[in-house]
């Protein structure tokens, strides 16, 4: 794309915003500065902003009223230390107490969201326009590592059918995409079918960025392997989101798109906190708009490389302050700077939900990511899960590529082997060949689903 045309939908992008009200443009020219800005300057204006949200809750939320009271934190400065002495905000406590979180005052064009689901509840989020905004400007500018600008063809294979449009809204929205160059397209049942024609439709359209749900783009790479569809246009890049991306993942993606993968990570709850740079090294973290920990179960912080909980503190929402949520992520603080020189935090990379681990038939609890990362590296697995209903039993579903009866008892003979040797005969595992798997109310696909604790 020339200047002249990046010029001009960068003018059109503007405008709209403009007409709307939006100030996502002045954000973005914000945040381009400030991801250069040095370590010292970004814990300075991470603290003010952390104080700010702080007094605000203290003042308008019920529930952090509360809470601040039974703790005796009072906010008239700001410290780190009273600041870790506030309780993690779980999920259920999102769930069972949203409206007290709510502060009090006015918050014009605020809009209740509700989280993705994946554990099985929902949560409701009251969003302002200001998160929205930032939210907004922080997804332009994850784009802009990529090497893409507004304007160039982005395409989008999402699977939360609450985020397609629907009448109304669906008719400017298919004008929208128009201007905007955009294209979406339902990822939320992947059949055979509906991923010759998502390869069909990519080589009309040609998008230079591709934003995927990774299991997504995942199972459409294993398509194009086959070589009953052709890819003839190559994406500049591929952005995935919306699940754990293993490294067997990104290299069968870039493989069959020849394009670069950046994974990008966030929620519902707290929008986009984190992305890939060109440089590949982890994912930065936004930290003008998130401030993130990583602690160990005893609640101390986690050393670089060091896998712990994912916490989340959202400062740009003073709708319903998000402080300290325990997103149910686990993941890793890089061990070494990234070297594209940007002074935001990096994570090494994000594991996956804190409920991915498998119970054995003494009680003890293994992470599940060994057996996922077994079952990814075989070649006849095109999707799976594993379900738990009690301890030292594993339910292993599979939806397999072509293969014959006699291959895959041979397969399932051989993968049982393998898992149950992983555990040290610790838990007795079923494989079973299945047409579908369910996914969850957002189209995404969870890997473990384990009941054991709940039953």
């Known amino acids: ?3 002249i045309q990046e010029a001009v939908y960068e003018g059109i992008y503007r405008l709209g915003s403009a007409m709307k009200g939006w100030n996502v443009w002045e954000i973005l020219t914000r945040q381009r500065e400030l991801q250069w800005q040095s370590e010292e300057e970004l814990n300075r204006h991470v603290e003010t902003k952390l104080h700010e949200l702080l007094r ?6 019920p529930y952090y009223q509360r809470l601040f009271h039974e703790q005796g934190i009072k906010w008239e400065s700001f410290s780190w230390d009273q600041f870790q002495r506030i309780p993690l905000l779980t999920k259920q406590e999102l769930e069972e107490y949203s409206l007290q979180l709510c502060t009090k005052g006015n918050y014009p064009n605020a809009r209740w969201n509700s989280s993705g689901g994946s554990t099985g509840k929902m949560a409701r989020i009251l969003q302002d326009e200001h998160f929205r905004n930032h939210s907004r400007a922080n997804k332009l500018l994850f784009d802009e590592w990529t090497n893409t600008r507004i304007g160039q063809r982005k395409l989008t294979l999402w699977g939360a059918q609450r985020d397609l449009k629907k009448g109304r809204n669906a008719f400017f929205g298919r004008i929208g995409n128009a201007v905007h160059r955009r294209m979406t397209l339902s990822s939320y049942q992947m059949s055979a079918a509906s991923m010759e024609s998502f390869v069909n439709q990519i080589n009309r359209f040609k998008p230079d960025l591709i934003l995927a749900y990774a299991h997504s783009i995942y199972e459409l790479s294993l398509l194009l392997e086959k070589g009953t569809r052709k890819l003839q246009h190559r994406p500049q890049a591929i952005m995935t989101s919306a ?7 990104r290299d069968k993606i870039e493989a069959q798109f020849g394009a670069p993968v950046f994974n990008r990570y966030g929620s519902r709850e707290v929008g986009d906190i984190a992305c890939e740079c060109s ?3 982890g994912l930065h973290v936004s930290g003008t708009t998130h401030m993130v920990e990583i602690l160990r179960e005893d609640g101390t912080r986690a050393a670089p490389g060091e896998v712990g909980e994912i916490v989340v503190t959202l400062l740009t929402n003073k ?3 998000l402080i300290r949520y325990q997103i149910g992520d686990r993941g890793a603080w890089a061990e070494e700077p990234c070297s594209c020189k940007r002074s935001w935090p990096l994570i090494q990379h994000v594991q996956g939900r804190s409920q991915d681990y498998l119970t054995l ?3 003890t609890k293994v992470d599940g990511i060994f057996f996922m990362l077994e079952i990814i590296g075989c070649t006849w697995v095109r999707r799976f899960q594993i379900i738990q209903e009690q301890a030292g039993v594993a339910e292993v579903y599979c939806i397999s590529g072509d293969r014959t009866q006699a291959e895959l008892e041979q397969d399932c003979k051989a993968l049982k082997e393998k898992l149950e040797v992983l555990v040290e005969k610790e838990m007795l595992v079923h494989v079973h060949v299945v047409d579908k798997i369910e996914e969850t109310v957002t189209g995404k696909h969870r890997y473990i689903i384990n009941r054991v604790s709940s039953s």
Do not use: K
Not at 56 to 61: F, G, L, N
Not at 243 to 249: A, H, K, S, Y
């Open 279 to 281: 440089h590949h090294r």
């Open 56 to 61: 605000h809750a203290e003042q308008h939320s």
């Open 361 to 363: 038939s003494n009680g």
């Open 319 to 321: 709708a319903m302050p």
């Open 1 to 3: 794309m020339s200047l």
């Open 243 to 249: 699940g754990t991306l293993f490294p067997e993942m």
